[in-house]
């Protein structure tokens, strides 16, 4: 990749949980039309095989967790410091640790899901949003999933924080307009190490009800994390692009 690499466009993303999978695949896609990227994520050995993959002179990381106020910080301040700029953030990081019915939900796992999932997105937001955006513009991307959307049996903290994910990107829509855009992308599956126990070991089952025959990979995500940070997407803001290979249609088909 870093043979082919175009030149720089100027511009520098903070990418949150993008050591791997659908993370990885929104720098990759970022990194490839000239972008420079800041990554995180909690292992720092995945973090810098990571860099060394999308071009050390394009990538660097810090690592940490997403929802450590302080690592929020050191992200933005790295990107402040190596780039000079931070112009769009991706709000990639997410955990979903337990499966199983919400009236048995322990109640210390949905505070973690949301701390994770809804809360580190917003200081995320807020971080980027003083340290550049608020005076220079952007645009922030949120990726919820279409368990935010409608029930998803067994996984329902992940669906309900994803939810108001979707939400927040609205709220932050609004608040932040004109100068930067919100939006969000609803995945269905996609193969990553982080959903691979919807899929692992009957993936051809699990593709089979898609009408577009298969399960997500982190290109698809990619794709469409470039397009809503583009100059392609200047008029759209505060709305979820859903990228699910076609589940959705058949909804309500017996």
């Known amino acids: 990749m870093t043979s082919q690499l175009p030149e720089l466009s100027g511009k520098v993303a903070l990418i949150t949980g993008a050591s791997r999978g659908i993370g990885y695949g929104i720098a990759e896609a970022l990194v490839a039309r000239g972008d420079r990227v800041v990554i ?17 002179d394009r990538a660097v990381y810090v690592a940490g967790k997403a929802h450590d106020e302080a690592h929020q910080a050191a992200a933005v301040e790295r990107a402040m410091e190596d780039f000079g700029r931070v112009d769009y953030l991706i709000n990639n990081a997410g955990t979903n640790p337990v499966f199983g019915p919400i009236a048995d939900l322990d109640l210390g796992v949905a ?76 995945p269905a599956v996609v193969k990553t190490k982080f959903a691979s126990a919807l899929y692992e070991g009957r993936e051809a089952e699990a593709a ?40 959705f249609l058949n909804a309500g088909v017996s």
Do not use: M
Request: hydrophobic share 45%; proline share 4%; no cysteine.
């Open 40 to 56: 995180t994520g909690r292992t720092e050995d995945s973090l810098k095989e990571a860099v060394e993959q999308l071009g050390a």
């Open 111 to 186: 505070r973690k899901v949301f701390e994770t999932n809804v809360i580190s997105a917003l200081g995320f937001a807020q971080k980027t949003w003083h340290a550049w955006q608020k005076d220079n513009g952007g645009a922030i991307v949120n990726i919820a999933s279409v368990a935010g959307i409608a029930p998803s049996p067994f996984i329902a903290a992940y669906g309900v924080s994803k939810a108001a994910l979707i939400n927040l990107t609205q709220q932050l829509a609004h608040e932040f307009a004109p100068g930067v855009r919100v939006n969000a992308i609803a």
């Open 208 to 247: 089979a009800s898609y009408p577009l025959a298969r399960l997500g990979v982190p290109s698809d995500i990619g794709g469409a994390a470039a397009f809503l940070t583009s100059a392609q997407s200047d008029w759209v803001t505060g709305q979820t692009l859903v990228v699910d290979g076609g589940i």
